[in-house]
């Protein structure tokens, strides 16, 4: 029950967030995408008891059902996976924003404050993607063709994350230039966005996220 009443309470913040970036900069693109994608992580336990279960569905995805069932609606550590995405959002909210401003300035190593988040995201989901292999191969009868494949990268759950994680750094850092762009075309001035982006900026977040996947490893090696 904690863990769930901690999914919405995340889930509020996040929508109060939205709201407060969308009456500052008047722009769907400093709200939308984020809380879109923030509540459908954190109301996942929800949304798959709701969804018409398949009756004969194919193995893989009877193997991918189990594996969902496993890792988000019967597990109340699901919100340790997706906390740190939704404080990334939380901390640009405009009264306390990392991401721009003088607490962006605030530096250690080359990193600022945005590196946590960043870090701590890269963490949960390389360790997310290492338990969803490895459930979804325990799931996944031997005789499948893919029972090999499947096990494969079972056995290697750190390769595995790290390339999700690499997959994912991709697609975030070019949405977030794409964006950028975009809400600059608009304002025609830095300081008026809340998107920011630089090219130091973006090698900072791929080292954040090259350490939170490096945590994750050790972590996962620690409790082997």
């Known amino acids: 029950m904690l863990a769930q009443l901690s999914r919405y309470g995340l889930c509020a913040a996040v929508a109060l967030a939205g709201v407060a970036n969308q009456r500052r900069y008047r722009m769907a693109t400093t709200w939308l995408p984020h809380v879109a994608m923030n509540s459908f992580a954190l109301l996942l336990p929800e949304l798959l008891r709701i969804v018409p279960r398949p009756r004969r569905p194919h193995e893989l995805v009877a193997a991918g059902l189990a594996t969902l069932d496993a890792l988000v609606c019967e597990n109340p550590r699901y919100i340790g996976y997706i906390a740190p995405l939704s404080a990334g959002y939380l901390l640009s909210h405009p009264d306390f924003n990392i991401y721009k401003g003088a607490w962006a300035e605030l530096k250690l190593a080359g990193l600022g404050l945005d590196a946590v988040p960043h870090g701590a995201t890269a963490f949960a989901l390389a360790t997310l993607s290492g338990d969803t292999i490895e459930q979804f191969a325990q799931q996944l009868p031997a005789g499948s063709p893919s029972s090999e494949l499947v096990a494969w990268w079972a056995k290697r759950p750190v390769l595995f994350g790290a390339v999700v994680v690499a997959l994912a750094t991709l697609a975030w850092e070019a949405g977030e230039y ?47």
């Open 178 to 224: 794409r964006i950028h762009l975009h809400e600059l075309a608009q304002r025609g001035d830095a300081s008026q966005i809340n998107m920011q982006w630089s090219a130091a900026d973006t090698v900072a977040d791929l080292a954040a996220n090259a350490l939170g996947c490096g945590a994750a490893a050790v972590w996962r090696q620690a409790r082997a």
